[in-house]
């Protein structure tokens, strides 16, 4: 079993900042990818951000150049800072690692328990 513990998340007016944390741990053998997804009040769950095991990140449209995704290795963590928020990203966060677990290399997909991202205008 792999757990994913997020923190961060809060109350910020328009135009501040915010950093999420997200830690996985348990019998990780390897994390492919390592992925934000958000969810507004009635509507769907979103991809926000991605960044893969050699780095390379991607962004949705909305939050390209406010956003940054980044990983710690040594700690299979992956961070999330949130700038120049607005009003329109006040959803719950949640990660999601994929990866695959010892002893025989068995993949997994998990999800953190999401946090809750409040921008007041």
């Known amino acids: 079993q792999v757990q994913l513990v997020e923190s961060g998340g809060g109350l910020v007016q328009a135009g501040g900042s915010l950093r999420l944390s997200c830690a996985a741990s348990?019998?990780?053998?390897?994390?492919?990818?390592m992925n934000w997804y958000r969810q507004a009040p009635g509507k769907q769950r979103v991809l926000v951000a991605v960044?893969?095991?050699?780095?390379?990140?991607n962004y949705a449209d909305s939050v390209k150049g406010r956003f940054t995704i980044s990983r710690d290795n040594a700690k299979n963590t992956v961070y999330l800072q949130m700038d120049s928020l607005g009003p329109e990203d006040t959803a719950v966060y949640y990660c999601?690692?994929?990866?695959?677990?010892?002893?025989?290399?068995?993949?997994?997909?998990?999800w953190g328990q999401g946090t809750q991202v409040t921008v007041s205008s």
């Open positions: 960044i893969l095991g050699g780095g390379a990140t």
């Open positions: 999601n690692v994929r990866g695959a677990m010892y002893p025989l290399g068995t993949s997994f997909n998990s």
């Open positions: 348990g019998s990780i053998l390897g994390i492919s990818a």
